[in-house]
């Protein structure tokens, strides 16, 4: 049973960059949810994706997007990096179809440094 | 809003000793989920425990149980026989049930360390 899976592992931009982070859900899972967590803190909720839509968002800027893609798989988008945006970038899954669990999985993380 | 309190930043428990973290909450609604995450080095948070708030009785996985005690907005985590491989970051979570979309409130972590 395939888990979470994040891609890359590592990732190195400058200041005004964009990045682009991406994410496939547990098998059988329908829905994905982005985390940040900068060091030493727990991680905060960016947004969830069900139905290809955004269904919640947390208190981010517009400079973060994102996709989600029929096969359920997802994408994070940052634009315009600042310094601040360095963190572990989490991915989490779970199912809100039927029968729905609110029991989210964790993908490993990507580690995103902005220079 | 929702928000989850740990007010141990680290603690530090002999191999095959219990150790018991502490997780606060505060919240208005009725219908939610608790959860601890454990964060090893590897970064992978990985699903330790869940407890339904309607729910009495108390959830446990092998070495692992909680404290869940509703009135007092309390969800304690008590690790029996620690081993080495229990050394991690430990979350303390909240999720709201509203049968649509649902995100995980975290606490500050409490980091723990088993020795020898």
């Known amino acids: 049973d395939a888990g979470v899976t994040q891609s890359p592992t590592h990732l190195i931009k400058t200041r005004g960059q964009q990045v682009t982070l991406r994410c496939s859900p547990k098998?059988?899972?329908?829905?994905v949810s982005w985390y940040q967590q900068a060091l030493g803190q727990g991680p905060q909720f960016i947004f969830q994706y069900y139905e290809e839509e955004e269904r919640q968002r947390g208190n981010f800027p517009d400079r973060f997007s994102g996709h989600q893609f029929p096969n359920y798989s997802s994408e994070l988008n940052v634009n315009a990096l600042l310094l601040g945006d360095s963190a572990l970038y989490l991915c989490a899954s779970t199912i809100l179809g039927q029968p729905s669990t609110d029991t989210q999985y964790f993908g490993p993380g990507t580690r995103l440094t902005v220079l | 809003a929702q928000t989850v309190t740990q007010s141990q930043p680290e603690m530090s428990v002999q191999e095959a000793e219990t150790v018991t973290l502490s997780c606060t909450y505060d919240t208005s609604e009725n219908n939610y989920y608790l959860f601890w995450y454990k964060q090893p080095p590897s970064r992978q948070m990985i699903l330790v425990i869940r407890q339904e708030a309607y729910k009495q009785q108390n959830a446990t996985e092998n070495r692992f149980s909680v404290n869940f005690q509703k009135a007092a907005k309390s969800f304690s985590l008590k690790i029996s026989d620690s081993q080495l491989g229990d050394t991690a970051m430990y979350f303390c979570?909240?999720?709201?049930?509203?049968?649509?979309?649902?995100?995980?409130?975290f606490g500050t972590g409490t980091r723990l360390q088993v020795t020898l």
């Open positions: 098998s059988g899972h329908d829905t």
């Open positions: 979570a909240f999720i709201r049930i509203t049968g649509t979309a649902s995100k995980l409130t």
